[in-house]
């Protein structure tokens, strides 16, 4: 039996695209697609069982993230549950990024929406990817939130910032276990390719 192909490109759900765009996540150091031969899933999770992997919060970034859960809310669009990347009134959104390190559920893009629905006592939809590869890590180890500060400005000293996985290794090392998230905000990478300024 003959099977004939369509020729026409099937058209992606909203979730489907969300699950595109993530598995084509790269390392920001070689490019290298980190997500590729993952699972990727989309669950709505306690954010009490999920694990920073930084030890500080920003004051601004949250007043930001209250501002605009606020305002999209107005528009029924629900940020700390979300299905899909959202662009309105000048935000493009997609829910936060989550990987299974060391047995446990860790942050790794979004913490400060994950630190609203903390505070809210609420549920947050999350992506959650598991089995990346080995020598494709997470920088930091998992911290828990009692560890986490909320600072006024980034603190300086590297200490404050996280409990550092590879710290012993070379700046262009690092960077190929830095995730860039910028396909899923459409906007220029958010993190400092300098590692002094990490």
Request: charge should be negative.
């Amino acid at each position: 039996m003959e099977i004939e192909y369509s020729s026409e490109k099937k058209e992606l759900s909203p979730q489907e695209e969300l699950l595109r765009v993530v598995r084509g996540v790269k390392a920001m150091g070689d490019g290298e697609p980190i997500y590729q031969d993952t699972t990727i899933d989309l669950e709505v999770c306690n954010p009490e069982d999920l694990h920073p992997s930084a030890l500080y919060l920003l004051k601004s970034n949250m007043d930001f993230v209250e501002k605009m859960y606020k305002d999209l809310l107005t528009k029924g669009i629900d940020i700390l549950n979300l299905d899909q990347i959202v662009e309105a009134e000048g935000y493009v959104i997609a829910p936060p990024v989550v990987e299974i390190w060391d047995g446990q559920a860790v942050i790794v893009d979004g913490i400060h929406r994950i630190a609203m629905a903390r505070k809210m006592g609420v549920s947050i939809k999350v992506i959650v990817v598991s089995g990346v590869r080995e020598n494709r890590p997470l920088i930091s180890y998992p911290v828990e939130w009692k560890e986490v500060i909320t600072y006024d400005t980034k603190p300086e000293k590297a200490e404050l910032l996280r409990k550092m996985r590879i710290d012993n290794q070379d700046t262009v090392s690092k960077l190929k276990c830095f995730r860039d998230f910028t396909p899923l905000t459409k906007k220029e990478n958010r993190r400092p390719l300098s590692w002094e300024t990490r």
